[in-house]
């Protein structure tokens, strides 16, 4: 699955005033493509550019929901490096029964720092890839409902599983890497 048909079939499925919550670096114009942003207060990123905001943001905003009786779904695409840099407060989501859902697209490196290394014509730089990471067993081991889905039909399926729970859901879904040209 490329990350466009992934947010795509997310879109699709999730309900229209769902909030959106981003920290996926080298997937930020498909998902744009994909996802729209069309009305106020239903997108939220780090302006920064630093890892680490949007998985406790979405903690606070999901309490919001919750707390002001506005109830909308949350939902926050988190790369599988970024996933790591504040992944307790999966923790919290999950004691506090927050009905996010953390979809994280797996590429299977740090691709925003692979572009930046042909952008700097800096060839082999090491520690760019992430292999063997099982996103499931950590969402498990965080308290939150957590799968793999690998197609489109799995995708819908896992998603609307995760709209019917109380609870958190980590989804992990392979796509095809790409090395997005950054200028
Ligand atoms: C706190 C912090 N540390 C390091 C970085 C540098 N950095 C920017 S993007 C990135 C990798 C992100 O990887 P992933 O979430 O898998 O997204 P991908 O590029 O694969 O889409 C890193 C380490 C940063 N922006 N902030
Ligand atoms: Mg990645």
């Not at 981003?22 to 920064?48: C, G, M, Q, R, V």
């Not at 979405?58 to 929901?65: D, P, R, T, W, Y």
């Amino acid at each position: 699955m490329t990350a466009v048909e992934l947010f795509e079939t997310i879109r699709s499925v999730v309900p229209d005033d769902t909030v959106l919550m981003e920290e996926s670096p080298s997937n930020i114009a498909e998902l744009h493509t994909a996802w729209p942003i069309e009305k106020p207060d239903s997108f939220y990123t780090a302006a920064s550019g630093s890892l680490g905001w949007t998985l406790p943001a979405s903690v606070g905003i999901a309490l919001a929901e919750r707390d002001s009786g506005r109830n909308r779904t949350v939902v926050v695409m988190i790369g599988d490096g970024s996933f790591h840099y504040a992944i307790q407060g999966l923790g919290t989501a999950a004691a506090q029964r927050l009905p996010i859902l953390y979809v994280v697209p797996r590429n299977g490196e740090y691709a925003i720092l692979k572009a930046f290394a042909d952008l700097e014509e800096t060839p082999g730089v090491p520690g760019l890839d992430l292999p063997s990471l099982d996103f499931v067993s950590l969402g498990e081991g965080y308290g939150c409902a957590a799968e793999r889905a690998e197609t489109v039909t799995e995708v819908q399926v896992a998603v609307k599983a995760a709209l019917g729970r109380s609870g958190p859901t980590v989804l992990e879904v392979p796509i095809l890497p790409t090395i997005p040209p950054l200028l």
